[in-house]
């Protein structure tokens, strides 16, 4: 049985010659971004027979990295294994091009959903390129440097080290106070790069500052893995013309010195869907993208239907449709109704973009096409407006946990009840799962609602009540599968 540890700095150790040794280009499985981005997913770290694997969560539930090692063909044995047994859905996360398609020609491995959201796809440029920024193409480059050396001098790049901690930390608080309205991602990611610098010695990793006039004005964090540099941190006060490229160029020059050699690619990660360093980050010349997919092996939304019509008392239940945009971007806002759904999305820290109505519709449909819900629009005629919604997801071989909203003004007619059981219906005859639902311990109208679609009671937490189908497995009954065995 494959016994996955907690995240900690020596199970990280221990895991560098493996991670040394990763044929992917996507920067998810190096050391630096394990380290800033655990805590978020819970991280888990197993080594069995020369070969390792991380598990972490995805939404509510656990994913795997796709084995690196001596035996990765016996590991996803291994970890068919381990889900089966432990009542958890096979997921597979940042996978790439190549290890998608040997998912897909895989005999153990199928059915299976993917998908790609292209926020999360690192950007690969050319390292000897970066060293330089020759030729026409990087012009504007050139001239920022060339303005930044006029009115600074030549840059004063050099390596960092743990007695310049009081010196990071300095500037990381004044970049946070130049980035004060900045993203919730942006925020936490300026935190936690400074606990990142502390562990730099111990990981492998390097981190480079360029100063102005003796005060650190520019901070990068990097690693090393194969052929490719991995540029974790990369951040700069504005105040000082043409500091990013004068900073970044010159970080790769340390590296390259450091190393003795060029390197082949620099992984500058993705643009998290930031329009601004979307733009910033192709006028660098990017010689490829590593798109990451997430993959759900033997999902029951695979048998979901493109077309869905269900009727049942008052509504009718559909597919997501593109008319549906401006609703579900009301339904997604509503903090006030959103608070009984256990969602708020000024605290959602994957929504890095302007939220505008292909917000939330884009991220169900990547949810469906990756096989981790089925969504269902609640309407009052076929034809009609979307009122609210019905989600099934979280999962497994043979359940899901299905979920109802409505929007305000259609609450307290009956709207959700009916929906409710339309979609729970065609959970067990279409998909041919068992579904259990929850709600907050104080919300009698959702309780009401799947009390009276036949659903019983199985316990509480003190946060949730939980339910099941009559008959159906008592999934919440002992508490839920551990994530990773943990």
Known sequence: MLDFKPFSLAALRSALPYIQKNPSRCSDLSAGYLFM??????????????????????????????????????????????????????????????????????????PAMWACDKRWSDYLYSFEEAMTFSGKKYGGQRNHINKFKKLYGEPDLRFLYPEDRETVAAFLAEYAAEHRDGRLLERTETERAGLLFDVCGPLGLCAAGLFVAGRLA?????????????????????????????????????????????????????????????????????VAMADKYLVHVGTPAVRAGERVSLSRGGVVLTELREGDKAAYLRLNTDAENNRWWGYDYREDMNLTGPVDENTFYESALYDMRAGDSVNLAVRLSEDGEMI???????????????????LPEYQKKGYGRDAFG???EYAARTLRVRVTARCFEQNEASRRMIEANGFVFLRGDGTYRYFAQSGGPAAFAGGEAALCGG
């Open 37 to 110: 981005w655990q805590e978020d997913a819970d991280a888990r770290l197993c080594v069995r027979n020369g070969t390792f694997s991380v598990c972490q969560r995805i939404g509510e539930q656990p994913a795997f990295s796709w084995p690196i090692g001596d035996d990765p063909d016996g590991m996803v044995n291994e970890l068919i294994a381990y889900a089966k047994e432990n009542r958890l859905p096979l997921r597979f996360f940042a996978v790439d091009e190549e290890r998608l398609a040997a998912i897909r020609a895989d005999a153990r491995l199928r």
């Open 218 to 286: 520019a901070f990068s964090i990097g690693e090393v893995v194969g052929d490719m540099l991995l540029i974790h941190v990369e951040k700069a006060l504005t105040r000082y013309e043409g500091i990013y490229p004068t900073a970044y160029s010159g970080f790769v020059r340390l590296i390259a010195a450091r190393e003795g050699r060029p390197l082949a690619l620099i992984n500058r990660e993705d643009d998290a869907g930031d329009p601004g360093l979307r733009t910033s980050k192709r006028q660098y010349h990017p």
């Open 388 to 406: 609210g919604e019905a989600v099934l997801w979280n999962f497994t071989p043979d359940g899901a946990e299905l979920g109802c909203r409505i």
């Open 422 to 424: 339309a979609a729970a």
